[in-house]
């Protein structure tokens, strides 16, 4: 046993925790025991073995450098070519986007997305429809509802006298009719009073 194994041994084994039971020194210097064999197992190459692993380590390590070296020139031959026809880092990260972008719109997710949306629009679409068609039939009923009528009738007298005070002959006619022959009649009366004013001015 070594003197490191000797000095775990007592540094553990005390008298008293070997008298109370608590270790048990056979069942220690076995699992040490394996644990040597298992080191010494590791260690029992002969030298034409340990000579032959090195060798192929030797080669495995000049395979690599070899690969580094054909990638480097791979590399250097794809950056030629690149340049060459003309393929940009900007026109390349395009190119990337549009393929990433393809394969999203290809995939189940993005269809199954799309279509939800889709529906959603379309039943949003549909609710404002019947939100219109109800607005619709509410003005619809607020107009023949008596208060409207009654509001309507009392614009439509305001209209008659208007149009009978301003001059017209005809019955009561459309408010845009009022409108329009208010207009004439104040276009008519204004020269009228411009002439007035330029005699009194001259005088």
Known sequence: ???????????????????????????????????????????????????????????????ITTLKQVLASKEKRHLELKQKLGITALSELRHNFNKSWNDMQTSTVYKKTSETLSTAGQRTSAAFS??????SRKFGDMRNSPSFKSFEEKVESTVSNIKSK??????????????????HASAQDTPTNNVTESSERSC
């Open 1 to 63: 046993m070594e003197p490191r194994q000797q000095e775990l041994y007592s540094s553990v084994l005390t008298p008293e925790a070997v008298d109370w039971g608590l270790l048990d020194k056979e069942s220690l210097k076995e699992a040490d025991e394996d644990m040597v064999s298992e080191v010494d197992l590791n260690n029992t190459y002969t030298e034409e073995e340990r000579e032959e692993m090195e060798n192929e380590l030797t080669k495995l390590e000049e395979e």
């Open 130 to 135: 019947n939100l219109g068609t109800a607005i």
């Open 166 to 183: 301003v001059g017209g002959t005809g019955g009561a006619g459309s408010f845009e009719e009022v409108l329009s022959s208010a207009a």
